[in-house]
């Protein structure tokens, strides 16, 4: 069975950065895409930042410019750097997996921007 692990959320001072990792058990490349998504209480699921197997990368409008998705394929991990973190992006965030139309989906990490 497949299983995504992500990690590496935590409680920040807005302004601050976290990593987050997305720990694949099988190889990265057999997914078309993989991406983090987050979901703050009362609101629905929205991509933040997908990355293809080929390497291309898309951004929510909202995460521009300050977040970054990578991938290290030898580790079969993908990562998300949060920079200039706000308060709205306090959120559950989780890492996902496309392959032939299939989703795959990790347990979630929380993310809360406070001071």
């Known amino acids: 069975q497949v299983q995504l692990v992500g990690s590496g959320g935590g409680l920040v001072q807005p302004g601050g950065s976290l990593r987050l990792s997305c720990a694949v058990s099988?190889?990265?490349?057999?997914?078309?895409?993989m991406g983090w998504y987050r979901q703050a209480p009362g609101k629905e699921r929205e991509v933040v930042a997908t990355?293809?197997?080929?390497?291309?990368?898309n951004y929510a409008d909202s995460v521009k410019g300050r977040f970054t998705i990578s991938r290290n394929n030898a580790k079969n991990t993908v990562y998300l750097q949060m920079n200039s973190l706000k308060p709205e992006d306090t959120a559950i965030y989780y890492c996902n997996a496309v392959r032939d139309g299939s989703q795959l989906w990790g347990q979630g990490t929380q993310v809360t921007v406070s001071s």
């Open positions: 990355v293809t197997r080929g390497g291309s990368t």
């Open positions: 099988i190889s990265i490349f057999s997914f078309n895409s």
